[in-house]
């Protein structure tokens, strides 16, 4: 068993959609922050999105209107629903789950956005 598997990755047309999901080991609990960053060849790796266990979401500017963030404790997944994809969202996707001083990542799923 490994802390967080992402999958639902692959190859879509712009303006398409994807849905992630990131599979978390009973490790982490739902009190836990989670959240998917992103990193594209050469680019900084960047926070899309993040929920807290409260249920609070953050995005960043430029996913805002098109992805949504969610979670389901019962089930332990994290998800992220991308709609209108565009180029410049192609990137290694990574779920994150982090509390204090502990930190998980999975392996990554690529998304690629491309015609």
């Known amino acids: 068993q490994v802390p967080l598997v992402e999958s639902g990755g692959g190859l879509v047309q712009p303006g398409g959609s994807l849905r992630l999901s990131c599979a978390a080991s009973?490790?982490?609990?739902?009190?836990?922050?989670m959240g998917w960053y992103r990193q594209a060849p050469g680019k900084q790796r960047e926070l899309v999105a993040s929920?807290?266990?409260?249920?609070?979401?953050n995005y960043a500017d430029s996913v805002k209107g098109r992805f949504t963030i969610s979670r389901d404790n019962a089930k332990r997944r994290l998800y992220l629903q991308m709609n209108s994809l565009k180029p410049e969202d192609t990137a290694l996707y990574y779920c994150n789950a982090k509390r204090a001083g502990t930190d998980f990542w999975g392996q990554g799923t690529q998304v690629t956005v491309s015609s």
């Open positions: 009973g490790s982490i609990a739902s009190f836990y922050t």
């Open positions: 929920i807290a266990g409260s249920g609070n979401t």
